[in-house]
Nanobody, 123 residues
Framework: QVQLVESGGGLVQAGGSLRLSCAAS????????MGWFRQAPGKERDFVAA????????YYANSVKGRFTISRDNAKNTLYLQMNSLKPEDTAVYYC????????????????WGQGTQVTVSS
């Protein structure tokens, strides 16, 4: 069982930066692939980024590649998402997720989810 709690969301102007964190409970955090997803009002939950359990394999959605960086600190049981050059279209609720299927973009492949943190980018 893994419990996930996101933090770090907020309101930022376009071009600004935010760093999201996801604190995980449980001693097996390092065994899980971790991912970030986002959901805007009226839209489906979309993949943002994922990182393999040993932290060496990462994958990004094309829309965030070059602007966002996913990382993890297994010693602290924490996942991060550094978001730079933010755009209004990045506005959404951001969720972290944990799964055992390797780096995947499919929400159904992730077993555990946080409650989400709101990111709002003003123009």
């Amino acid at each position: 069982q893994v419990q996930l709690v996101e933090s770090g969301g907020g309101l930022v102007q376009a071009g600004g930066s935010l760093r999201l964190s996801c604190a995980a409970s449980g001693r097996t955090f390092s065994s899980y692939t971790m991912g970030w997803f986002r959901q805007a009002p009226g839209k489906e939950r979309d993949f943002v980024a994922a990182i393999a359990w040993i932290g060496r394999g990462t994958y990004y959605a094309n829309s965030v590649k070059g602007r966002f960086t996913i990382s993890r600190d297994n010693a602290k049981n924490t996942l991060y998402l550094q978001m730079n050059s933010l755009k209004p279209e990045d506005t959404a609720v951001y969720y972290c997720a944990a799964g055992l299927r390797g780096v995947t973009t499919t929400p159904a492949d992730y077993n555990y989810w946080g409650q989400g943190t709101q990111v709002t980018v003003s123009s």
